[in-house]
């Protein structure tokens, strides 16, 4: 199909599609834009027919014939539902009444955009749809713009990048993800009553911990396999709103975008539009999974700077020496990182002037004399010679007041002039909506990546924003909360154009910053401060439910949060179901487990590219108990197959049923490597394959190769 945007004139009636899905909306008579489908693929017929039967405006009292299916909302008239958009005009009017102006279908017929007016003040309202044809995913975002000039601001209070429209359904369930600080991104689904409205946010300024900016939505019947899902998720990195209701009529809707509720988004002026992040929306018609794989195609084919490449092994040697790092450790931890096979030498915070511990130093980018009295250029000459890459940890959005910068800038953070400055972990945050601490910050990583050999970066940013004033901003001091993130990215896409050697990883303590803006400039993330084995199947389970392994970096540490040892296979295995990292203190690693951990590294070597570039199919789901976790990985010639499966707990001499594969050529024949063993695809789809788990904590990890 050449035409992704098809319109059926006479009807008015848009049609978005993709390989897999149609999204159509409708102008009714009466100038509202209505959504009549999203869902399976249709023809532009059959929108016209839904166009006729939903072509209505009717109002009685609050509730109107389009409660639930208005394609953007807007505060105005007899409309009570929570708007999309809402303004307020230089005289204090409050409201909008919108006319449609015309159409655009741009980008190779892949764009829709619809214009829309106010009836009397200068505001421009477009709305953005662009069909990623290849991924069965529909970007949508709006634009506003305040149409010529002498008119004064108009305060954008509200402003959702879009409002999806769930069909019709006997009941609905919203799947979400939520968690803190050691125990992010774990999978909830709850059910939503009638009349109800279900919300997740961020008001930290960042993505957050408490909550991710993606949603699901089913009738409560879907699984891994099977069933209808409808999946949203927003390319943002600050505060941010996702809210569902649940009407009086029983439809539903989803609304999300920038931004949180007691601070205006934007100030409008003819010289400062304002644009919405993206949210993307996927629909699938085969339950969770398919879901799952059309996100992760979409971000590996659309969105991450480089996700053709296979991530390397990395080592941080945070946990092995933390504040007390210095040239004499870190050079005896990357000889023997570089005997067990890593690839990436990455040292972490401590390196720099004054940083004896979390409450002095942040802001000062030089080394430490103290520590590294040669500077950092042995050390990385050293890691370079061992056949390994250099990283190095940064948190540059960060000072402490004990740091030369503070003393010499105090105007620079974010404060209130009669309010204290709340620190947390000892820190404040740099206002980085100013030009001038935005330039800074740029030059100080810009200048130890010319000054150094660094191949990789990995971006700290340990709190969130607190007392978020700007003093000397008396027009518009709440633009920080979109400001920040914006120069945020365009410091890193400045970084990334210089310096396209140097891979980055971003991290906010933990996985704080983990969403699809921030994924268009990181190649790994972050997903949790939590290395425990057992949790992180919990946060992997979750996370890769929108976010690919591709990018979710996993260490095998000595650090166990709930529990004590555990096998050091498992902790392997636990880490090799993404981006592989080792961040244990492998000065106290005895031999014998150093030639275990090299063994393990081989593996990984062995199935990283089916890993990291393949299908993932999430065979069974993580639980309490004796309950058992597995994964599958299929390369997408599908020439070969991995499986990790893993055994919380044996309880009552239970015995675990074959576990069946997915996505094999059934006609094929599949040998497990080092076994010898050999079953046909359709075998292990149907039959599948007894797995030897036993005990507490046991794992597996499975080969396969097509003959």
């Not at 945070?318 to 030498?345: D, H, M, P, Y």
């Not at 030009?435 to 660094?454: F, M, N, P, S, T």
């Amino acid at each position: 199909m050449s035409d992704f945007i098809q319109y059926a004139e006479e009807a008015r009636v848009w049609m978005i599609t993709t390989t897999s899905t149609s999204y159509a909306v409708h102008l009714t008579a009466g100038g509202r834009l209505i959504n009549l489908h999203w869902g399976s693929s249709i023809s532009l017929a059959d929108a016209v027919q839904l166009a006729g039967k939903l072509d209505t405006d009717w109002v009685g009292g609050a509730e109107t014939a389009i409660d639930g299916i208005e394609e953007y909302p807007v505060e105005g008239g007899l409309h009570y539902r929570e708007p999309s958009l809402a303004v307020r005009f230089a005289d204090r009017t409050r409201g909008l009444e919108l006319r449609f102006s015309e159409a655009e279908i741009i980008d190779s017929a892949t764009t829709l955009r619809l214009h829309f007016v106010d009836e009397y003040y200068p505001l421009r309202v477009t709305l953005n749809y662009r069909a990623i044809a290849d991924c069965g995913v529909i970007e949508r975002w709006v634009d506003l713009r305040q149409d010529g000039g002498g008119y004064g601001e108009i305060e954008i209070l509200v402003s959702a990048s879009a409002a999806w429209t769930i069909p019709f359904l006997a009941n609905y369930r919203m799947s979400h993800l939520h968690g803190h600080w050691y125990g992010e991104n774990r999978l909830d689904r709850a059910e939503i009553a009638p009349g109800s409205s279900f919300l997740i946010n961020s008001r930290t300024g960042t993505t957050g911990h408490f909550a991710n900016p993606w949603f699901a939505v089913d009738d409560g019947n879907a699984q891994e396999d099977s069933g209808r899902v409808w999946s949203g998720a927003l390319a943002w990195s600050g505060s941010w709103t996702i809210a569902g209701k649940r009407f009086s009529n029983g439809k539903f809707q989803v609304s999300g975008g920038a931004g949180q509720d007691g601070f205006r988004t934007w100030l409008l002026t003819p010289e400062q539009p304002f644009t919405t992040p993206v949210f993307a929306g996927v629909y699938s018609a085969r339950g969770f999974g398919e879901m799952s794989r059309s996100w992760h195609e979409y971000l590996c084919r659309r969105v991450l700077p480089c996700p053709g490449e296979v991530r390397p092994i990395l080592y941080n040697s945070w946990e092995a020496t933390r504040f007390g790092i210095n040239e004499e450790n870190q050079v005896k931890l990357a000889e023997i990182a570089s005997r067990i096979g890593v690839e990436l030498f990455v040292m972490d915070d401590g390196w720099f002037k004054g940083r004896s511990g979390d409450s002095s130093g942040l802001g000062d980018w030089t080394p430490d004399p103290g520590r590294f009295p040669n500077g950092l250029s042995p050390v990385i000459d050293e890691v370079h010679e061992l056949g390994m890459k250099f990283g190095l940890w940064i948190e540059p959005e960060m000072v402490n007041p004990d740091s030369d910068l503070y003393r010499s800038h105090p105007d620079w953070v974010y404060h209130y002039e009669n309010r204290r400055r709340s620190e947390s972990r000892n820190q404040l945050v740099l206002n980085l909506a100013r030009a001038d601490v935005a330039e800074w910050v740029h030059a100080q990583v810009d200048g130890l990546l010319r000054r150094q050999k660094i191949d990789y970066i990995k971006w700290d940013m340990n709190r969130p924003l607190s007392e978020a004033g700007w003093p000397m901003e008396k027009r518009n001091p709440e633009r920080v909360w979109i400001d920040h993130v914006t120069n945020l990215y365009a410091i890193v896409d400045r970084l990334r154009e210089d310096h396209p050697h140097v891979a980055f990883e971003m991290c906010s303590g933990g996985g704080g910053r983990v969403d699809i803006g921030m994924l268009a400039r990181s190649d790994v993330v972050w997903a949790s401060d939590n290395t425990d084995g057992l949790d992180r199947l919990a946060i992997q389970n979750g996370f890769t439910q929108i976010y690919p392994p591709r990018v979710m970096l996993g260490w095998v540490t000595d650090d166990h949060l709930n529990r004590g040892a555990t096998p050091l296979r498992w902790r392997f295995h636990v880490a090799m179901a993404g981006v592989l990292g080792v961040g244990g203190d492998l000065l106290g690693w005895p031999e014998e487990r150093l030639n275990e951990a090299a063994q393990h590294i081989d593996s990984y070597k062995a199935i990283r590219s089916t890993v990291q570039q393949g299908l993932l199919y999430r065979l069974e789901a993580p639980g309490a108990g004796d309950r058992r976790t597995a994964v599958q990985y299929v390369a997408r010639d599908r020439r070969q197959t991995v499986v990790i499966a893993w055994l919380h707990a044996q309880q009552f001499r239970s015995e675990k049923p074959p576990l069946r594969l997915r996505g094999l050529e059934p006609d094929a024949v599949y040998e497990l490597v080092g076994d010898g063993g050999a079953w046909s695809g359709v075998l292990l789809m149907n039959h599948g394959i007894d797995l030897p788990l036993t005990g507490d904590f046991d794992s597996r990890l499975l080969h396969f190769v097509r003959r």
